[in-house]
Every structure is written in C-alpha cells, then in structure tokens.
C-alpha cells in the first residue's frame, strides 16, 4: 500500500499521462469511471455499492466539482477521486488500455445542433476508447432521456464489435436497483421516459487506441532582420488547421525582449489555452519560437502544429528569414491549410 493522495485538486491537464492509479488511490483495486457526475449522487452511490474498487468520477463543470470536492472533504470516502476533466482528455490521456472494469454516463448532454455534434460523447472515436479501456468483461452502461440520443446511441454501439448488449432489447426504460440522478429525478417529474443501456466487453480485439502522451517540447530557432516590434506590428488575429487540430492566434503582448502569442488549440481529445513566446537571443536577429514556460500546457501535436504554423508566419514576413534549427513533430506541417 502507498500513500493515498486525496483532498487535493485534480485535473487530467496537470496529472501524468498515463496516470498511475494504485499510487493516487494508495491501493490496487478494479478501477470504475463514471464520467459527467454532475452533483455525484451517482458518483456517491458508486461508492458504498462498490467498497472494493476505485471510483474515478469525471466532470467539466467547476460548480459540480465544488460540489462533490467539498462532499469528499467533509465526508469519508477513500475510494472516490474526482478529476476535472473532458472525457475524452481522460479516455485518451489517463488510462491505459484494458484498465477499467466499469464506465457509466449518466444523462450526457445530447449537443443537437449539427455545428455541435462533435462534442457528443457517444460518437465513433470516443466510443471506440471505451471499449479499448475497458478490461475483458468490463461493462459499459449508459443512461439518456432523450429519445433521439437513445437511437444514435442504439445504432452505434450495436455497431460496435467489441461490446455486447446484456438487454434482451437495445434499451430498457427502468433498471432495478439503480440510484436516482439529479437530472434523472428533474427528467422523471416533467413526464420524460429515461432509456437505459447495459453492455458488456466481449472478446473481439478492441480498437487500437493507445495512450496519448506528451511530446517533446517544441521550438524553432530563426533569423529575420526584422525587429520584435516590426513583428509585432504585423501581427492580426488568425485561425489555422491542421488535420483535426484547429488553432487560434488571437493577441500578441510586448515585453522587454519577447513577443507573447495568445493561443486556443483545439484537439479532439484536449483544448488548451495558453502562449507561445518569441524570445530575442543573444545572437544578433535570432529568435526562439517556444511554448511559454508558465502555465501548464502540454506538448500535444495540436503544440507543435502551433509552433510550426506561427514560425512560418514570421518566417513568411521577410525573404531573408531562416530556420537554424528547430524541434517539431515530423509530419507536422501534413494537411496544414
Ligand atoms: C445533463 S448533466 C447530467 C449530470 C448527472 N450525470 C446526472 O445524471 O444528474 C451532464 C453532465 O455531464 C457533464 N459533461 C458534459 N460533457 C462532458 C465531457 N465531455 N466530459 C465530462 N463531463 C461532461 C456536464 O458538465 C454535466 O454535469
């Protein structure tokens, strides 16, 4: 047995990829998730059901995380961490392979609008995760009320060769035994029949979907003759894509030897805000492109793909600006438009 870390702030941007579970939990136990906890009567219920495994609750919502971290302070619950977290940064990022035994989602929001449905949790790429961290076995149970999002989730998982339906129908409308969620209870009262899914991780081989992890970290070192305020000046907001990766360039800050790049870099497993920074080196018109050392960004390929793209631009602006050296992910200019 290690020692335990609890009672502290987690968030997938800050932990190690993969994270190493037996030490934050301080014991080896099957491993639940449960992912979208809201207020975590779930999350709590979990617990108590399941005295002998951990139970890894995730959320996006700084309220609910308040919420449930505060539940956890006052209370004794040994077995639960939460994570502030999207899911798909914790599927891809966090767990490995074959590590979890259980995953619920409870009432995921449905995200209708066609702009929105990248964001689905029950979509292809997302899915295929879940089925590559659950172990053998491992079973997978969905709850929605929303009638629409029970059939897209019908036909995708039926579509899915590694999990198999433990209903004798695609869904049923009352599972015994099942705690109460918040929505649950707000979604029962207004009228709405709730519709939930139970399967299980047969033996068919599962999608390969390995751990993320962080790269090096990226640079560029250049010449221009062109001056931090020159580049500065012709700075204006831009956006650039990279494959899936899409990057926004929004601000430029001065400082004494350094131009600050305001970024948004959107992956489909991680979104970071954070900076890039130009930095004057003691050699004469020679520039350090790199990721500002604050923060806590992680050098995903979305990073380097950022670090490229802002390098070119600079590059771009005189005739006579050259890379010397730089550290980037190989393919990383691939698909770029
Ligand atoms: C409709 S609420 C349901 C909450 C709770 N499961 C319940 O049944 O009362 C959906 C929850 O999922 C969270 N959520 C939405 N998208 C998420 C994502 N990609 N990763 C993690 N949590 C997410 C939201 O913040 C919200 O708390």
Same mark, same amino acid.
């Given at each position: 047995?290690?020692? !335990?870390?609890?009672?502290?702030?987690?968030?997938?941007?800050?932990?190690?990829?993969?994270?190493?579970?037996? $030490?934050?939990?301080?014991?080896?136990? !099957?491993?639940?998730?449960? +992912?979208?906890?809201?207020?975590?009567?779930?999350?709590?219920? #979990?617990?108590?059901?399941?005295? @002998?495994?951990?139970?890894?609750?995730?959320?996006?919502?700084?309220?609910?995380?308040?919420?449930?971290?505060?539940?956890?302070?006052?209370?004794?619950?040994?077995?639960?961490?939460?994570?502030?977290?999207? $899911?798909?940064?914790?599927?891809?990022?966090?767990?490995? !392979?074959?590590?979890?035994?259980?995953?619920? +989602?409870?009432? !995921?929001?449905?995200?209708?609008?066609?702009?929105?449905?990248?964001?689905?949790?029950? @979509?292809?790429?997302? #899915?295929? =995760?879940?089925?590559?961290?659950? @172990?053998?076995?491992?079973?997978?149970?969905?709850?929605?009320?929303?009638?629409?999002?029970?059939?897209?989730? =019908?036909?995708?998982?039926?579509?899915?060769?590694?999990?198999?339906?433990?209903?004798? &129908?695609?869904?049923?409308?009352?599972?015994?035994?099942?705690?109460?969620?918040?929505?649950?209870?707000?979604?029962?009262?207004?009228?709405?029949?709730?519709?939930?899914?139970?399967?299980?991780?047969?033996?068919?081989?599962?999608?390969?979907?390995?751990?993320?992890?962080?790269?090096?970290?990226?640079?560029?070192?250049?010449?221009?003759?062109?001056?931090?305020?020159?580049?500065?000046?012709?700075?204006?907001?831009?956006? /650039?894509?990279?494959?899936?990766?899409? +990057?926004?360039?929004?601000?430029?800050?001065?400082?004494?030897?350094?131009?600050?790049?305001?970024?948004?870099?959107?992956?489909?497993? +991680? &979104?970071? /805000?954070?900076? #890039?920074?130009?930095?004057?080196?003691?050699?004469?018109?020679?520039?350090?492109?790199?990721? $500002?050392?604050?923060?806590? $960004?992680?050098?995903?390929?979305?990073?380097?793909?950022?670090?490229?793209?802002?390098?070119?631009?600079?590059?771009?602006? /005189?005739?006579?600006? @050259?890379?010397?050296?730089?550290?980037?992910?190989?393919?990383?200019?691939?698909?770029?438009?």
């Amino acid at each position: 047995m290690t020692t !335990p870390i609890q009672n502290q702030k987690l968030d997938s941007l800050l932990m190690p990829w993969h994270t190493d579970w037996t $030490a934050l939990f301080g014991t080896d136990r !099957p491993l639940i998730l449960e +992912i979208g906890f809201g207020y975590g009567a779930f999350l709590f219920h #979990l617990a108590r059901q399941h005295p @002998q495994s951990n139970i890894v609750g995730i959320e996006i919502s700084n309220r609910c995380l308040v919420k449930v971290e505060g539940r956890l302070a006052r209370e004794s619950f040994p077995n639960v961490r939460v994570i502030h977290s999207r $899911a798909e940064t914790a599927l891809n990022h966090l767990f490995v !392979p074959e590590s979890l035994t259980e995953i619920h +989602i409870n009432f !995921p929001d449905p995200w209708f609008k066609t702009d929105h449905a990248r964001r689905r949790l029950m @979509q292809r790429d997302t #899915l295929d =995760a879940m089925v590559s961290r659950l @172990q053998p076995n491992g079973s997978l149970y969905l709850a929605t009320d929303i009638i629409a999002y029970a059939e897209m989730s =019908a036909e995708l998982l039926a579509a899915t060769p590694g999990l198999t339906n433990q209903l004798a &129908s695609p869904w049923v409308n009352s599972l015994p035994g099942r705690v109460t969620t918040k929505y649950e209870a707000r979604a029962r009262a207004e009228g709405r029949s709730c519709y939930y899914f139970a399967y299980r991780r047969n033996d068919v081989p599962a999608p390969a979907v390995p751990v993320i992890k962080d790269l090096d970290m990226p640079h560029m070192v250049f010449t221009t003759p062109l001056s931090l305020d020159d580049m500065r000046d012709r700075f204006e907001a831009f956006h /650039h894509n990279d494959g899936d990766v899409h +990057i926004g360039y929004s601000a430029v800050f001065r400082g004494e030897y350094t131009l600050l790049f305001e970024i948004h870099v959107n992956e489909p497993t +991680i &979104s970071q /805000h954070t900076a #890039l920074l130009l930095t004057q080196r003691q050699v004469e018109n020679e520039y350090t492109l790199q990721l $500002a050392s604050f923060g806590h $960004a992680r050098p995903t390929e979305g990073v380097h793909a950022a670090v490229y793209a802002l390098g070119s631009w600079l590059l771009s602006l /005189h005739p006579d600006a @050259q890379v010397v050296k730089q550290k980037l992910r190989p393919d990383v200019s691939a698909g770029a438009t």
